[in-house]
């Protein structure tokens, strides 16, 4: 009987003990948030989903270098003289054209390592954390800001440009090689026309 008692004493005690601290937090103001509608403040330097401002981005291929998981696909085609001369907003020179700059978030490892090398600063981390989806293939975010038009229109101009680069230095080739030859007809001649006006060479 004692021994009974005793369990249920302690049975009441571990409840009262349980329920002291339930009523503690009663009178405490909650600290939950209102998720969805609210959002919680994210530190300073929080890294979250990648952006690029293709504005700045000179094709330099570095981020995707320095990437250690391959999430970074970029694809470049030159520029021709034709295009004009474009410049970022830190002054640097765009030589390229990007048609193709894809990140595949699924793959990122969120290391910043890819906005470090950038020497436009044009790659960065945001504080862009909700990006949820059902299909992985809705994960991979094209930055590239040429329509498909646009860069089949590059690919074409800077193949032209080649060809006539091309055909420019053959027909310079072609020129030089004539110019060589008729000089070396024009030394012969010479040299046949002094042979010829030799007094040996002369009947009398």
């Not at 009441?12 to 503690?24: A, D, E, N, P, S």
């Amino acid at each position: 009987m004692r021994q009974y008692l005793k369990n249920t004493w302690d049975g009441l005690w571990t409840v009262l003990v349980g329920m002291k601290i339930t009523l503690k937090h009663i009178f405490v103001p909650s600290v939950t948030i209102q998720y969805p509608q609210v959002k919680p403040v994210l530190p300073e330097r929080a890294r979250n989903r990648l952006y690029v401002n293709m504005a700045d981005c000179i094709g330099c291929m570095q981020c995707a270098t320095a990437c250690p998981v391959n999430c970074i696909d970029i694809e470049t085609v030159k520029a021709v003289p034709a295009d004009g001369q474009r410049i970022t907003s830190n002054g640097k020179k765009k030589a390229l054209w990007v048609t193709k700059f894809d990140i595949d978030i699924a793959k990122c490892c969120f290391c910043s390592l890819c906005t470090y090398p950038c020497p436009t600063e044009c790659i960065k981390m945001t504080n862009v954390y909700e990006f949820s989806e059902f299909e992985r293939n809705d994960l991979v975010y094209s930055f590239a800001a040429l329509s498909e038009n646009e860069i089949e229109e590059k690919r074409a101009n800077y193949n032209k440009f080649m060809e006539e680069k091309e055909a420019a230095k053959l027909a310079a080739a072609k020129a030089k090689a004539e110019a060589a030859a008729k000089k070396a007809e024009e030394e012969k001649a010479n040299a046949n026309n002094k042979t010829d006006d030799k007094p040996e060479n002369k009947t009398e």
